[in-house]
């Protein structure tokens, strides 16, 4: 079963509050146990991993409850800069984007144990592709968009946009993402 680390439930539970203030993940909680009848932890031990499938419903479920159309979006850039904030400080010596994307793709399987990453870089512009992720799910990839503009951004790269051109929730074989800045 595809697993995902405790860091993606934490930085979820905190981005909710953050988005609709204290008790914004607790409604959340709610909505899983009523809905789906699911008893999600409180306080997620540094240590533990949760089915991957329960943190998209998680996702799901706070976009449900706490409700802005750019849900997926924003949560993508506030896990950037969190991530990239509190963990991985380090990698903002990497002034390049496309080094910075790289070590971040790189980074994945300390959040989930499934998907791997291959990334092609190109001047100005690198294409990510993400195959075997355990899970096929829209939103996430979403996510996933804003979080590699973001970061970009984060290496003082202008005009970032990232595309998500194919997509494995519309039938493709993988998910690739094309990032590109000035
Ligand atoms: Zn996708």
Known sequence: MARS???TFATLQRFCNHLAGAGAFERVR???RERHGIELDRIFAPDAWYPTELFVTSLDAAHDVLGPPSFYELYGEFGAVH???????WMLRLTSPSFFLQRGTGMWGR???TGTWTIESAPRQL?????????VHAGYCRVVTSWMKRAAQMTGARDVSVMH????????EACVFVGEWR
Do not use: P
């Not at 991530?83 to 400080?89: A, P, T, W």
């Open 5 to 7: 680390a405790s860091i």
């Open 83 to 89: 991530e990239v904030n509190v963990l991985f400080r």
């Open 165 to 172: 051109s194919q997509c494995r929730a519309s039938g493709a």
């Open 127 to 135: 294409r990510g592709t993400l195959r075997d992720f355990g899970v």
């Open 111 to 113: 959040f989930h144990d």
């Open 30 to 32: 709610e909505q899983l």
